[in-house]
Every structure is written in C-alpha cells, then in structure tokens.
C-alpha cells in the first residue's frame, strides 16, 4: 500500500514537472513578444481603425476594427537575431482556418514589433 502511494505521488509530480515546463517560455524573441501589440490610425476618409495581437505562451488572438476577430495557437519556426517566425495552427476567425505563417521583427529599444515586414510598428498595450 504505500508503495502504491509513493509511486502515485511520483507519477502525480512527473506529470505536474512537464506540464509546468511547457507553460514557461524560454526562447528571448518568444518571451519578448507575449501580451498585447497595437496598431492604430485613421483612414483618409476619415475613419479609425486598430488591430491588436495578443501572443500568449502557444495561443494568440487578434482583434481589429473594421471588425476582425482570429484565433489559436502557435510554435516557433525559427528564432534569430530580431526576427521570430512563428506557425500559426488551430485557427478560428475571419481570416479562415489554414494553418500560415508570421514573421515578426522586434525592435526592443522602442519596445515593439512589425509584422511580415511591415513598416509600421505595433506598440506594446500596458
């Protein structure tokens, strides 16, 4: 019986270590890009517009207006210098379900982000 109790114990910790490991981020581009980016301007005709990323450890969502609403997860392709790649995978929203892919551009000194190459920069949301 006790070992029974030690061994369930033992397999309980196991489990808990790989799932707590899982939920940490340890790639810097990745831990640089996680909570919410925005992006935000006025059209010629004079109306207003954002889009907002949110990246959170695998899952990320984007919200915009015009209304856009997109979804799911994602896992890195490559990570060099500045430039994070990621897979994005499981999505739901207006922008379909195929899996695609982002690469990202950091620009730590001014704490923010450009997208596949974009030119205008989304700023970290505080």
Known sequence: MKFQKTLLITISLIILSSLACSWIVTDPNEQFIQGTWNQSGTLPEG???????????????????PPLR????????????DTIELELYDQKGDLGTENSKVTITIDRAKDAISLNGGKDFYSRVK
């Open 70 to 81: 997109q979804s799911g997860s994602y896992r890195i392709l490559n990570s060099k210098g």
């Open 47 to 65: 109306f207003g517009w954002y889009s907002k990323y949110t990246f959170d450890k695998g899952g990320f969502t984007v919200q915009g207006y």
